[in-house]
């Protein structure tokens, strides 16, 4: 069965620091990886995702995440953190091989706190 | 990308009731799922919802509990019934993109449910 895992339960950071937020993952085939961020009282919204394709990949309000497959990880990144980007944030995989479209696994959620 | 409306935004309820929420797309989608998130914890899928048909639910999920309906591509509900206080839960409602936006699960802000 496919997992994610989030190491950290919490990560904090001054502003304008680099920002990483860790995910590994296992799966039966290949991966559809996501990240998905929810800011307090809201629904989840959507930063980025790999399917196929540049390992590098680029989202919404500057993220990026480096899909690397010999270590099975999607980790998170931010060259400068914003107070903004104080929120809670979710890796999600999708088996290829065995999930249908909409069954995403998600991890625990790393909470993110950038101090001025 | 597709807009979702939930209603009600939050709720206490007592022991023993049901409550429905309401989910609204502001376009037509294939697909449309409900997750619920548990306090302080992550997200689990509840059930995909079939238009015009029954909705499949995931393991751990009945639909004696959990009553959904579908019947057009843009609305569906999801009733949470005979409530008890391990209920008390983030309900989302969630499509999934198309195009440019394939494999993309875009979220409602979600339902608060108290059970008292």
């Known amino acids: 069965a496919q997992s994610v895992a989030q190491p950290e339960d919490q990560v904090n950071v001054a502003e304008g620091n680099p920002l990483t937020v860790k995910c590994t993952y296992s799966?039966?085939?290949?991966?559809?990886l996501f990240w998905y961020v929810q800011y307090p009282n809201r629904g989840l919204q959507f930063l980025l995702k790999?399917?196929?394709?540049?390992?590098l990949v680029k989202g919404s309000y500057g993220f990026e995440a480096e899909f690397n497959k010999s270590q099975t990880s999607f980790h998170l990144k931010k060259p400068s953190a914003l107070v903004s980007d104080s929120a809670l944030y979710f890796c999600?995989?999708?088996?290829?091989?065995?999930?249908?479209?909409?069954?995403?696994?998600f991890g625990a959620g790393t909470q993110v706190v950038v101090t001025p | 990308s597709a807009v979702i409306s939930q209603k009600p935004s939050r709720d206490i309820c007592q022991r023993g009731t049901s409550l429905t929420i309401q989910c609204q797309v502001d376009?037509?989608?294939?697909?449309m799922f409900w997750y619920r998130q548990q306090p302080g914890q992550s997200l689990t899928l509840i059930a995909t919802?079939?238009?015009?048909?029954?909705?499949?639910?995931e393991s751990g999920f009945v639909i004696d509990k959990f009553p959904i309906s579908r019947p057009n591509l843009t609305f569906s509900t999801l009733t949470v019934s005979n409530m008890s206080p391990e209920d008390s839960s983030i309900y989302l409602c969630?499509?999934?993109?198309?195009?440019?936006?394939?494999?993309?699960?875009?979220f409602g802000e979600g339902s608060r449910l108290t059970v008292l």
């Open positions: 376009s037509q989608v294939t697909m």
């Open positions: 969630s499509a999934l993109g198309a195009g440019r936006s394939t494999g993309e699960l875009f």
């Open positions: 799966v039966s085939g290949n991966p559809y």
């Open positions: 919802a079939n238009q015009g048909s029954e909705a499949t639910y």
């Open positions: 999600a995989v999708r088996d290829q091989l065995t999930d249908s479209w909409g069954k995403l696994q």
């Open positions: 790999y399917i196929t394709g540049d390992n």
